[in-house]
Each structure stands twice: as structure tokens, then as C-alpha cells.
């Protein structure tokens, strides 16, 4: 008897080992993953800031192309669905008295999971699961006295729209064109009523932002970023829209 108890001890000690062991290792096998997870997205977050940078010198710096190392990891990039957003002026005095200017954009897309890091016209988006939030802003100039809209169209250069795989890959940008800068300042006593209108996946984003900046929705719809389009005016002195055009491939 006694013999059989300590056998059926060594047993229940034993299974409990091998239990707790196996807790332990699904336990740190998920939270190795998680911290996997959060550096590779930390790396892609610099990584986009340095294409940021390249961006601007491409866009306004007169740098005729640049180049962007990014490591995949176990993510993807891709060029995504377009995002247009249209900037209307309008004189407060005379509403026959108006420029409308509209870009067409393709986001720079990294997908990790249900995380996702975009660029888009001078901005990017980090989405995870259904919350965005906008970790660089574009670089626009509002105030009452001058607003300085910069709009950036980027379309896709090569064959390749899509990449992935556990690879470095290059983001190349390369100018395209870019117009001369539209002004629009009625004469004095007049105003400008600048609306903006955005069409994107991101559009909650972009809603945040221009509240931020001072914006106010055209109407109770024009705030609902739900169906993916929102719209926001601004009454200023003077407006300057400067249009940019670049394309942009995807190489290993």
C-alpha cells in the first residue's frame, strides 16, 4: 500500500510539473509574440517617419526622387484604396467667385495583425482593430490671415502594389509633378470660405484633425466619418493650395 502511494504521489507531482511547465510556456510564447509584435510596428512607425522626411524632400524640396528602407517582418505593405480630398474656396461676398481643387491618393499601407500604419497626403495613421489615431500631421498652416494647404497625390510606380514576406524592402519616390501655387484672396472686406472635403477609410482621422486645427463641420453629416467621407470649412484671409504628384514602387 504504501508502495502504491508513492507511486500515485510521484505520478500527481509529476503531471503537476508538466502542467505548470505547459502553462509557462504558452503564457511566455505569448507574450514573446506580443513584444515581437509591438517592435516590429515601433520599427515601422521610424521607418515611416523617415519616409515622412523623404516625402517632404521630394514634395517641396525640389529632390527629384528618394529612397525608404523598411523590414517587413511578419507584415505586408501595399499601395491602398484611393483617398481624394478636395479643398473648395469660396469668396464670402460673392459665391460665383470660387476654385475648387481636388487630389487623388494612394496610402503607403503596412498591415500587421489587425494593425495597420498608413501614409497618406503628408499624414500618418496608425489603426488598430477600429480606433485611428493620427501620429504625424500634414503640414498645413491655418490661421485667420493666411491658410497654406499642401496636397500630396500618390500613385503607384512600377508593377508591384503589393509586398511581403520577412524581407527588407525599398520605398522609392519619385516626383511626378507639381503645380504652381493657387491663391485665392478676394479683395479686402472679403473673406475666404475654405471647405474641405475628405474621402478615406481613415476618415475619423482626418475628422480629429481638422477640429484640432479649427474646423467646423459643414453640417451634422459632414462630422459622421462612418460612411468614409467628411466635410469641414474655415474662413480665412488668404488661401494657397500647392499640388504635388509622386509615384511610388515597391522594391525588394
Do not use: C
Not at 484604396?81 to 476654385?99: G, H, K, Q
Not at 502594389?161 to 519619385?174: K, M, Y
Not at 471647405?195 to 482621422?205: C, E, F, L, N, Y
Request: no cysteine; net charge negative.
Amino acid at each position: 500500500m504504501r508502495a502504491q502511494s508513492e507511486i500515485i504521489g510521484f505520478v500527481l507531482i509529476f503531471a503537476l510539473i508538466v502542467s505548470t511547465t505547459g502553462v509557462v510556456y504558452v503564457a511566455g510564447f505569448s507574450s514573446l509574440e506580443n513584444v515581437r509584435t509591438a517592435e516590429e510596428l515601433n520599427n515601422v512607425e521610424r521607418a515611416f517617419d523617415v519616409l515622412d522626411d523623404n516625402m517632404l524632400d521630394v514634395s517641396r524640396r525640389a529632390a527629384p526622387s528618394r529612397a525608404t528602407e523598411l523590414s517587413l517582418g511578419n507584415g505586408g505593405i501595399e499601395l491602398g484604396d484611393t483617398t481624394n480630398i478636395t479643398v473648395r474656396a469660396t469668396n464670402t461676398s460673392d459665391p460665383l467667385d470660387n476654385r475648387t481643387i481636388t487630389i487623388e491618393t494612394r496610402p503607403i499601407v503596412y498591415r500587421l495583425d489587425d494593425t495597420s500604419i498608413a501614409y497618406t497626403s503628408g499624414a500618418t495613421i496608425r489603426r488598430d482593430r477600429s480606433d485611428a489615431v493620427m501620429l504625424s500631421e500634414p503640414r498645413w498652416t491655418v490661421s485667420d490671415e493666411r491658410t497654406v494647404v499642401p496636397l500630396l497625390g500618390v500613385s503607384q510606380g512600377g508593377d508591384t502594389g503589393s509586398l511581403s514576406g520577412d524581407t527588407t524592402i525599398l520605398v522609392r519616390t519619385q516626383r511626378d509633378s507639381r503645380s504652381i501655387p493657387v491663391r485665392f484672396a478676394p479683395a479686402s472686406g472679403s473673406r475666404v470660405n475654405v471647405t474641405v472635403t475628405i474621402t478615406s477609410s481613415r476618415a475619423d482621422a482626418w475628422k480629429r484633425f481638422l477640429e484640432g486645427r479649427g474646423f467646423t463641420a459643414v453640417d451634422p453629416a459632414g462630422a459622421d466619418p462612418t460612411d468614409g467621407v467628411i466635410a469641414y470649412e474655415f474662413e480665412t484671409d488668404a488661401l494657397y493650395v500647392q499640388q504635388t504628384t509622386v509615384s511610388v514602387t515597391l522594391t525588394r
